[in-house]
């Protein structure tokens, strides 16, 4: 059975960094492109950035600030955040990229406070 699990989230001052993580089970990582989409309150989830062979960010906001990235061998994809603001605030889930594909984890809580 295809599983997404996501964590890492927390709660953070503005100008601080996360690391997260997303563990994939049932499935070989490797053979499809991976994503990280970001709900925030009230708001459609969007794909924020997505890692093949190279990586690409889509919201421009994110640009220079998050880094994705991925590790086959474990079946894990990473979005190290830093720099964080205010508007990162959300739920982040990693899914199939650029469209989602596989079953919806249960997400990671980012909070960006002071």
């Known amino acids: 059975q295809e599983q997404l699990v996501e964590s890492g989230g927390g709660l953070v001052q503005p100008g601080g960094s996360l690391r997260l993580s997303c563990a994939a089970s049932?499935?070989?990582?490797?053979?499809?492109?991976w994503g990280w989409y970001r709900q925030g309150l009230g708001k459609q989830r969007e794909l924020i950035a997505y890692?093949?062979?190279?990586?690409?960010y889509v919201d421009s906001f994110v640009k220079g600030r998050f880094v994705i990235s991925r590790d086959n061998a474990k079946n894990m994809v990473y979005l190290e955040m830093s720099d964080l603001k205010p508007e990162d605030t959300g739920v982040y889930y990693c899914?199939?990229?650029?469209?989602?594909?596989?079953?919806w984890g249960q997400g990671t809580q980012v909070t960006v406070s002071s």
């Open positions: 899914n199939t990229a650029p469209e989602w594909g596989i079953q």
């Open positions: 890692v093949g062979n190279i990586p690409i």
């Open positions: 049932g499935m070989i990582l490797s053979r499809r492109t």
